[in-house]
């Protein structure tokens, strides 16, 4: 499975973007597919993923609120809707992917991984 992610840009305080994560090819229904961020000098944190079988989510709470993840199973897609957004949002985006389930894309990462996709948050 490849994945391309894209939909990252340069933003104000308080506005929105969408991200994309497409997939080469139809997730199996044990997959589970999320996003990941690494702000420079910080740690990789997994911010949400979703069950690719029965669309079951999970956010960090740093995002719950505030940001939404969705999926087209029709193109292979996954989406993270990003409201209100804030400088501390700002990083770098990778989607990753997993056929072990969300916990543990959460806690170990992916055997899939896009490539990132630049979001800066200016104040």
């Known amino acids: 499975v490849q994945l391309q992610a894209s939909g990252g840009g340069l933003v104000q305080a308080g506005d929105s973007l969408r991200l994309s994560c497409a997939a080469s090819?139809?997730?199996?229904?044990?997959?589970?597919v999320g996003w990941f961020r690494q702000a420079p000098g910080k740690e990789r944190m997994f911010v949400s993923g979703?069950?690719?079988?029965?669309?079951?989510?999970y956010y960090a709470s740093s995002v719950k609120g505030r940001f939404s993840i969705s999926k087209d199973s029709a193109k292979n897609t996954v989406f993270l809707r990003m409201n209100n957004l804030k400088p501390e949002d700002t990083a770098v985006y990778l989607c990753?992917?997993?056929?072990?389930?969300?916990?543990?894309?959460?806690?170990?990462?992916?055997?899939?991984w896009g490539q990132g996709t630049l979001v800066t948050v200016s104040s």
């Open positions: 090819e139809r997730a199996g229904n044990s997959f589970a």
């Open positions: 979703i069950m690719w079988l029965n669309g079951a989510t």
């Open positions: 990753a992917a997993d056929p072990r389930g969300l916990n543990w894309l959460r806690l170990r990462g992916g055997d899939y």
